[in-house]
């Protein structure tokens, strides 16, 4: 894990904090995955680096302001 002044030097360049980027980019990954794979939401829960798929779907619904299922409908007209 990142040292207190690693962690407050990449926030005040950056605005987010190192878990904020990190959440970011698993989500960036996890949208690539629902659009372009048969995956459960479960798995690309697991897949995209989440413990939990209620992690998963909190942070993706935070940062996406959709749901996992409500993206991959918007994106591709199906919800698995």
Same mark, same amino acid.
Do not use: M
């Given at each position: /894990?990142?040292?207190?002044?690693? =962690? $407050? *030097? /990449?926030?005040? =360049?950056? $605005? !987010?904090?190192?878990?904020? &980027? @990190?959440?970011?980019?698993? &989500?960036?990954?996890?949208? !690539? @995955?629902?659009?372009?794979? $048969? @995956?459960?939401?479960?798995? &690309?829960?697991? =897949? =995209?680096?989440?413990?939990?798929?209620? *992690? /998963?779907?909190?942070? /993706?619904? !935070?940062?996406?302001? @959709?749901?996992?299922?409500?993206?991959?409908?918007?994106?591709?007209?199906?919800?698995?």
């Amino acid at each position: /894990f990142p040292t207190r002044r690693s =962690s $407050d *030097l /990449f926030k005040k =360049s950056t $605005d !987010k904090s190192i878990f904020q &980027v @990190l959440a970011e980019i698993r &989500v960036e990954y996890a949208c !690539k @995955l629902l659009a372009n794979s $048969d @995956l459960t939401i479960t798995e &690309v829960a697991f =897949s =995209s680096g989440y413990n939990t798929p209620t *992690l /998963f779907f909190e942070q /993706f619904q !935070k940062i996406i302001h @959709l749901t996992p299922a409500e993206y991959r409908w918007e994106i591709n007209g199906t919800a698995k």
